[in-house]
């Protein structure tokens, strides 16, 4: 059983539309991470958040996390296809800190 | 670029061999991080150190080990190699050893197990 749930899997839509990508789990988290891993690259971080109901932007990118800290989604505006990629959520839970535990992932296609 | 270096960025062995990958952390990093990345199971989370010692384990296989040494960068030796060993290995370093601290990620090291 996956601890995090990432939807959907894969998304492919064209430049200009808007989508959201969701990341599910039954358990709390003290802190939940948005990576991008592009092919052939390791995942670069967008965005930290830590309290419950917390919107972050980040260009045309808005996260939202949960406000019982167990869920968080990511809006990204107007894709472009330079959004292509695959997205991670990854969750720090309280009582082990140290490790982070990653959702499979969303593959998002934006076609021009 | 991250700053974390990873070598080999391919290799390609043959069931039960041992091999060795190697990370050299960002500047500053007292924190190694390793995952495994497959396409069944995703990203996992699989040993930490921090400043040479052990500081949390994950799913991290017995045949599996790794060490950081006193100039911080760390190995992660696999041995008795499996077909399912195949996936992508990521090494991951953050100046804190926290898991909700940044971590930036190397380009990886895919093995494939033959």
């Known amino acids: 059983t996956q601890l995090l749930e990432q939807s959907p899997q894969f998304l492919s839509i064209q430049e200009g539309e808007n989508l959201t990508v969701y990341c599910n789990s039954s358990?709390?988290?003290?802190?939940l991470q948005w990576y991008r891993q592009e092919p052939g690259e390791g995942p670069v971080l967008l965005v930290t958040?830590?309290?419950?109901?917390e919107v972050k932007k980040l260009k045309r990118l808005t996260f939202q996390f949960g406000d019982a800290r167990k869920d968080s989604s990511l809006h990204i505006t107007a894709a472009q296809p330079g959004d292509t990629g695959l997205y991670l959520c990854a969750g720090a839970r309280g009582g082990s800190n140290y490790k982070l535990t990653f959702g499979k992932g969303t593959l998002l296609t934006v076609n021009p | 670029d991250s700053g974390v270096t990873q070598t080999p960025k391919h290799l390609i062995t043959a069931t039960g061999q041992r091999v060795t990958l190697r990370c050299s952390p960002r500047s500053g990093d007292l924190s190694v991080y390793w995952y495994q990345q497959s396409l069944d199971q995703g990203l996992q989370f699989l040993i930490q150190?921090?400043?040479?010692?052990?500081?949390a384990k994950g799913n991290i296989l017995e045949r599996f080990s790794a060490q950081q040494f006193p100039d911080l960068h760390s190995e992660l030796n696999l041995s008795s190699l499996e077909l399912g060993d195949s996936a992508l290995y990521f090494c991951a370093s953050s100046v804190e050893g926290l898991a909700g601290s940044k971590q930036f990620f190397g380009p990886g090291t895919r093995l494939t197990v033959l």
């Open positions: 358990s709390v988290f003290s802190s």
């Open positions: 958040v830590v309290t419950g109901g």
């Open positions: 150190y921090y400043n040479g010692e052990e500081r």
